[in-house]
T-cell receptor, first 112, second 116 residues
């Protein structure tokens, strides 16, 4: 079946540090991959996406590259800010995009 | 344009009570979803709908029922609440598939439900 595995958190960083949140997946076929972000007290928002192998999604300084050979979609940011503190979810599409399968989420805490 | 809204924001129920959570979207989206979010388990799909008058089971449907009588509304019902249903519930919607740029799901702000 389809599944997503994320690194456990929380990830605690100082402002301007480099961020990596690991995500690997298991899927049949060729899914699209997503990162969603959940700020405190809010619903999820799409952060970035990639629809085929070697695609790089990017938004707000975050990047992730769809690596089919390693079945990975790691999230990176060169310099985090306090405002990036949130929970980040990796997800993949399933059933022709009818459904999303989410990872368990990784909490990021950035201190000044 | 309010996007996806959920009612209520918070609720406390006693075991055995019933309630209905309302999700409304004003984006004319075809697809709607109900998820629950529990610590360490991410989001799990309860039920979903691919259009007005349709519903389908997701990953964890037991103990819940849904209805989609109007395109803009998706109701989630708990007939006899149990403590295991204590969770944060999120509704989401998505337009009909018309290519790569129409798969994004838009989420509501959530409903925090506690069953004692």
């Amino acid at each position: 079946g389809n599944s997503v595995t994320q690194m456990e958190g929380p990830v605690t960083l100082s402002e301007e540090a480099f961020l990596t949140i690991n995500c690997t997946y298991t899927a049949t076929g060729y899914p699209s991959l997503f990162w969603y972000v959940q700020y405190p007290g809010e619903g999820l928002q799409l952060l970035l996406k990639a629809t085929k192998a070697d695609d790089k999604g990017s938004n707000k300084g975050f990047e992730a590259t769809y690596r089919k050979e390693t079945t990975s979609f790691h999230l990176e940011k060169g310099s985090v800010q306090v405002s990036d503190s949130a929970v980040y979810f990796c997800a993949l599409s399933a059933l022709g995009f009818q459904k999303l399968v989410f990872g368990t989420g990784t909490r990021l805490l950035v201190s000044p | 344009n309010a996007g996806v809204t959920q009612t209520p924001k918070f609720r406390v129920l006693k075991t055995g009570q019933s309630m209905t959570l309302l999700c409304a979207q004003d984006m004319n989206h075809e697809y709607m979803y109900w998820y629950r979010q529990d610590p360490g388990m991410g989001l799990r799909l309860i039920h979903y709908s691919v259009g007005e008058g349709t519903t389908a089971k997701g990953e964890v449907p037991d103990g819940y029922n849904v209805s989609r009588l109007k395109k803009q509304n998706f109701l989630l019902g708990l007939e006899s609440a149990a403590p295991s249903q204590t969770s944060v519930y999120f509704c989401a919607s998505r337009p009909e598939w018309r290519g790569i740029n129409t798969y994004e799901q838009y989420f509501g702000p959530g409903t925090r439900l506690t069953v004692t």
